[in-house]
């Protein structure tokens, strides 16, 4: 069973506007972690944002914010402001606390900002 | 954050040759994880190298294709051997911090085989 879902394979978004990219995962482990990374053309995985599944509020680092709901099982990235810059490939991924330290990523979302 | 740098950024090699990739880490950690990204895929596991014991392979991927060294916990490689166009990929790097939200990955290394 696919545990990270990105339904979005590609999203478009004008500069300045707001984007919302759409996660979902699936665990029977009540303790774990859902990350987001970016990954422009060159390739490398940048790291965005973590919630962990213990946290009572909505992580939140400058322009980028999760949105968190438990019961529904998504972790979707809101990216205020987009820049040009922000075009590029993002991916979430979850880490199940008591069974692996490895991450299983989703299928990834590409986004693209037009002026 | 961490540090992290591979070598080599690139490279294109011939089949049925073997590329060893190299993982620097600016301060010690305990675990390193090596990712494969084939073109327009996501990214897949393919082993835990934690120091001092055998790297832990997911399923899919054995140590006689994709050997890995972890002499300290500021380095390891991994190497893809006897490499057919079916390896072409970007090969990441990864480290885990101790906090929970940790987890920072090298530039990768973009392979090409022909």
């Known amino acids: 069973a696919q545990k990270i879902t990105q339904t979005q394979p590609g999203m478009f978004v004008q500069e300045k506007e707001a984007v919302t990219l759409d996660c979902t995962y699936d665990t029977s482990d009540p303790s774990y972690g859902l990350f987001w990374y970016k990954q422009p053309s060159s390739g490398e995985m940048i790291f965005l944002i973590y919630q962990g599944s213990y946290d009572q509020q909505n992580a939140t680092e400058g322009r980028y914010s999760l949105n968190f709901q438990k019961a529904r099982k998504s972790a979707n990235l809101v990216i205020s402001a987009s820049q040009l810059g922000d075009s590029a490939m993002y991916f979430c991924a979850m880490r199940e606390r008591e069974r692996s330290d490895k991450l299983i990523f989703g299928t990834g979302t590409r986004l693209q900002v037009f002026p | 954050s961490a540090v992290i740098s591979q070598k080599p950024s690139r490279d294109i090699c011939q089949r049925g040759t073997s590329l060893t990739i190299q993982c620097q880490v600016d301060s010690q950690v305990t675990m390193m994880f090596w990712y494969r990204q084939q073109p327009g895929q996501s990214l897949t596991l393919i082993a835990t190298a934690n120091q001092g014991s055998e790297a832990t392979y997911e399923s899919g991927f054995v140590i006689d294709k994709f050997p890995i060294s972890r002499p300290n916990l500021t380095f390891s490689t991994l190497t893809v051997s006897n490499m057919s166009p079916e390896d072409s990929s970007i090969y990441l790097c990864?480290?885990?911090?101790?906090?929970?939200?940790?987890?920072?990955f090298g530039p990768g290394t973009r392979l090409t085989v022909t």
């Open positions: 990864s480290v885990r911090r101790e906090g929970p939200s940790e987890q920072y």
